[in-house]
């Protein structure tokens, strides 16, 4: 299987925004986040980042990171790895 990168924002909601959810993310699906920027705050927050990792297991994450709650928007193409 190849490996992808995927450049996303994620948006966290206030009951989120303190819990460790992208490590829950690394661990459950084995990507690798590397984040480009970012923005904390005690009611909200997004991150921007580039997801690597299987294709598969980068689908499986960002369908987990939706049901958790969390916005996902895709930034960009899919980015061969």
Sequence with gaps: MSEVRVR???S???ELVRL???ARLVRSFDVEPNI???NVEDDRGWIVC???GEA???DQ???WLRREGVEVDL???VLEG
Excluded: N, Q, Y
């Design 36 to 38: 480009r920027r970012a």
């Design 75 to 77: 930034l960009g193409d």
């Design 12 to 14: 966290f909601p206030e």
């Design 56 to 58: 598969s297991a980068i």
């Design 61 to 63: 994450g960002l369908d």
């Design 20 to 22: 460790p959810v992208l």
């Design 50 to 52: 580039e997801l690597e």
């Design 8 to 10: 996303v924002k994620l």
